[in-house]
């Protein structure tokens, strides 16, 4: 059997990732493609490597927070939903997480840029999840 294509959103929190993931399911299902949605583990290891980052923490550095990922399976297409964290503060439910604060949000941003411009940079496809009519 072969394996199918791994696809994943990231983006900052209230980027709109789970919404468009459904929507993504949805139409290729109803265009009669086999589709395995998997919720755990909701984000992929680009979050876990930012987000690690993002808190400061002198002894993890974005290489560091990476290391532990090495060899995990990169993905046939990774959609970055690119949205500011004051454009992402005005969409429901926003505040009500542990990291969803501006500082915080910006760092992921910034982190998330970093990456991007790395060899696994070619993975990405970024989208202007913040733009007019774009509803997460």
């Known amino acids: 059997m072969a ?3 791994l696809i994943v959103f990231e983006g900052l929190d209230r980027a709109g990732k789970s919404t468009q993931c459904q ?3 949805e139409d290729l299902q109803n265009d009669g493609v086999k589709v395995r949605h ?5 984000r992929y290891y680009y979050s876990g490597c930012v987000y690690s980052a993002a808190k400061q923490n002198p002894n993890m550095s974005l290489e560091w927070c990476r ?3 090495l060899g995990l399976p990169r993905p046939d297409l990774c959609i970055f939903l690119d949205i500011s964290a004051e454009d992402a503060a005005k969409r429901g439910g926003y505040g009500a997480e542990k990291y969803e604060k501006k500082d915080m949000q910006d760092r992921v941003r910034v982190l998330f840029e970093t ?3 790395r060899k696994e940079g070619e993975d990405f496809v970024r989208i ?3 733009a007019k009519g774009c509803k997460g």
């Open 67 to 69: 290391n532990p990922e």
């Open 3 to 5: 394996r199918g294509k």
């Open 23 to 25: 929507k993504l399911v």
């Open 115 to 117: 990456l991007m411009q």
């Open 128 to 130: 202007d999840a913040g």
């Open 38 to 42: 998997m919720r755990f583990p909701d």
